[in-house]
């Protein structure tokens, strides 16, 4: 995978296969893609999307820290999830 990078504003920017694969999971699930077909139902297809996205994103999380100084306002958000 490509690093991160960060556009002007500070966000950070996902990889483009990043992006695709959490596109196609959204349509897919919208569109119930594992309830229509029987291939998809047979691979479980939003579970292998799911499970490709989380890879990625754990993969990403060393390359993209976050900053918690920076993100005063929702620092208590932050560790409440954790």
Same mark, same amino acid.
Not at 11 to 21: D, N, S
Not at 24 to 31: C, E, G, K, S, W
Not at 37 to 63: H, K, M, N, W, Y
């Given at each position: 995978?490509?690093?991160?990078?960060?556009?002007?504003?500070?966000?950070?920017e996902?990889? *483009?296969?990043?992006? =695709? @694969?959490?596109?196609?999971?959204?349509?897919?699930?919208?569109?119930?893609?594992?309830?229509? /077909?029987?291939?998809?139902?047979?691979?479980?297809?939003?579970?292998? *999307?799911?499970?490709? =996205? @989380?890879?990625?994103?754990?993969?990403l999380?060393?390359?993209?820290?976050?900053n918690?100084? /920076?993100?005063?306002?929702?620092?208590?958000?932050?560790?409440?999830?954790?």
């Amino acid at each position: 995978m490509t690093p991160t990078r960060r556009n002007k504003s500070g966000y950070w920017e996902p990889p *483009l296969a990043v992006t =695709l @694969t959490f596109l196609i999971f959204v349509v897919a699930r919208y569109m119930q893609w594992g309830a229509r /077909r029987d291939i998809f139902a047979t691979i479980r297809i939003e579970f292998l *999307l799911g499970l490709v =996205l @989380t890879v990625a994103c754990a993969f990403l999380l060393p390359s993209a820290p976050l900053n918690l100084g /920076r993100l005063k306002a929702a620092k208590r958000v932050l560790i409440a999830i954790a």
